[in-house]
């Protein structure tokens, strides 16, 4: 299979055609190979419009879904991004392409290794990938300008929107605890000190691990 075309065609059917104009997102995701990230079976079906699986039951976002967060938030190449549940390292291989400087955290610890393996063998030298509690971000790097969570959340907690510099923005898809599939990607902004969310459009997505809301047992 020729990668490179397949992964032009995503670009062409799937990312632009779906109101995403930010040239930075499509330079990166038409660079960056796919299929390199996924588990070795699913390479074939990398480029599909869904999430592939990278193994350990942990899912890489469609295409289209990860480009159209990416543009909510507006990334400078002069911001430094958080990227929260990163996986095998796709979403932290095309912001690194996009920006100068990528901390990208993952708590599963054989992800990690991959990740970072991944990033040695592109090349990219402006991301690190740290194996951490997905939940307590990485705070020893804060402030971020842009905080990117690759995976869907029920909740995103205090810890990880005190992590977010002023002006900054976080873009998520939030799903309701025991709901169906779909839910909402947001676009969170810090101004003045205080956070502000809006909804940006329906989304579905594989959750990542360590954002569940409590369970209310009721009597």
């Known amino acids: 299979m020729d990668y490179q075309v397949v992964r032009h065609n995503m670009v062409e059917n799937q990312i632009r055609p779906n109101r995403v ?17 996924v588990a070795e079976d699913a390479a074939g079906i990398a480029y599909v419009d869904e999430a592939t699986l990278i193994g350990e039951g942990r899912y890489l976002m469609a295409p289209m879904l990860l480009a159209r967060l990416l543009q909510e938030a507006q990334i400078s190449e002069d911001d430094l991004v958080l990227n929260i549940g990163c996986g095998s390292g796709y979403s932290a291989a095309v912001l690194a392409r996009m920006t100068k400087a990528v901390v990208a955290v993952e708590v599963n610890s054989a992800l990690a290794e991959k990740a970072g393996a991944l990033m040695v063998e592109l090349g990219i030298d402006n991301a690190v990938v740290v194996e951490e509690t997905l939940a307590g971000g990485y705070a020893k790097q804060a402030p971020y300008d842009v905080i990117v969570f690759s995976g869907a959340v029920e909740q995103i907690p205090q810890s990880i929107l005190d992590q977010l510099a002023e002006g900054g923005r976080l873009v998520a898809v939030i799903v ?18 205080a956070i502000s969310s809006i909804d940006v459009f329906d989304a579905s997505t594989p959750s990542i691990p360590g954002f569940s809301k409590a369970k209310v047992f009721e009597f």
Do not use: H, N, S, Y
Not at 21 to 37: G, L
């Open 21 to 37: 104009t930010d040239a930075a997102v499509i330079e990166a995701m038409a660079e960056i190979p796919r299929e390199k990230f």
């Open 176 to 193: 309701e605890a025991g709901a169906a599939a779909i839910g909402r990607a947001v676009l969170m902004t810090k101004i003045g000190g």
